[in-house]
């Protein structure tokens, strides 16, 4: 049973903006650290962005500066407002537990394309 669902993907133009958002069903969601994932095709999955229950944030490093995450635990959300897109940001985007992974959910697709 898929636990957290993402929404929100999309195409856009470089220099584009998306905002990505991801709903939890569990209690747990609320002292976890939290991450965006994202796949490119024929790539290997990889964490972009993490965010701690107390709201400590971790960027990679092609993503600092550009991609911002935050999280509502009251409403067991969390979102990734993404600026500034490029074409390498094209990937599945996924949410996921960073220390207790859960099975993944469908993803959401970003495309950046002119």
């Known amino acids: 049973q898929v636990q957290l669902v993402e929404s929100g993907g999309g195409s856009v133009r470089p220099g584009g903006s998306l905002t990505l958002s991801c709903a939890a069903s569990?209690?747990?969601?609320?002292?976890?650290?939290v991450g965006w994932y994202r796949q490119a095709p024929g790539k290997q999955r990889e964490l972009v962005a993490s965010?701690?229950?107390?709201?400590?944030?971790g960027y990679e490093a092609s993503v600092k500066g550009r991609f911002t995450i935050s999280r509502n635990n009251s409403k067991k959300m969390v979102w990734l407002q993404m600026n500034n897109l490029e074409p390498g940001d094209t990937a599945v985007y996924y949410c996921?537990?960073?220390?207790?992974?859960?099975?993944w959910g469908p993803g959401t697709q970003v495309i950046v394309s002119a």
């Open positions: 996921n537990y960073v220390n207790d992974l859960r099975a």
């Open positions: 569990e209690n747990i969601f609320i002292v976890s650290r």
């Open positions: 965010i701690t229950m107390s709201n400590s944030t």
